[in-house]
């Protein structure tokens, strides 16, 4: 089972809507968010957090939880083992995806992107699609979504693999939200590449 909340009413990113979520969060999430000096950090940072408990909470009936961080930066849940999640945001949107299996989700504004970035992060193939696109920069969004998904699912951040990460290894839906500006991505490995794990 898998589940994906989506949140992109930035008009609610106010500090008064930080301030009464302040109270809602436990104590190290609270001091996590109070680290951030804008808004928008404080916002995701609880935010994030909020949406994680809901769908806990209504997906599997876990109330209590407590976040810790692996090796190599991915967050899990100390207590349940069992249950995987991920978050992941930018200017336009929160995302968090939990599941009964490992799990990865990523985020992304559309932007424009120069020649020098589109060589170091995509293919010969993805560059062929990205620029032969009428939507290049939905396009380009579309792709990186797709690769930090399948790193956070994986576990140790971007790496330098960046044109080779997309494999027949993991299934990955994409979201593109035009008027909204951004595209979300959420991989989880095939059913029979995880004896491999």
């Given at each position: ?37 804008h ?16 769908l ?44 009964d ?20 992060t ?69 059913i ?6």
């Amino acid at each position: 089972m898998m589940r994906v909340q989506v949140f992109d009413d930035m008009t609610l990113c106010t500090d008064a809507e930080v301030e009464s979520m302040l109270s809602l969060v436990p104590e190290p999430r609270h001091s996590e968010a109070l680290r951030f000096s804008h808004t928008f950090g404080r916002f995701a940072c609880l935010k994030s957090y909020l949406m994680l408990a809901e769908l806990l909470q209504t997906e599997f009936g876990i109330g209590a939880f407590r976040i810790e961080v692996g090796e190599h930066g991915k967050p899990y849940l100390a207590d349940h083992p069992e249950i995987h999640f991920n978050i992941s945001h930018c200017r336009k949107a929160i995302a968090v995806a939990v599941s009964d299996r490992p799990v990865g989700i990523d985020v992304e504004s559309f932007r424009s992107f120069g020649n020098g970035l589109l060589e170091k992060t995509m293919n010969a193939d993805e560059k062929a699609e990205i620029l032969a696109s009428g939507v290049p920069e939905e396009t380009f969004a579309a792709y990186w979504t797709r690769k930090e998904a399948v790193f956070k699912l994986i576990g140790t951040g971007i790496t330098d693999d960046l044109h080779g990460i997309l494999t027949n290894k993991t299934v990955i839906h994409t979201d593109i939200y035009r008027e909204k500006g951004y595209a979300v991505s959420v991989a989880v490995f095939r059913i029979e590449d995880l004896s491999e794990l």
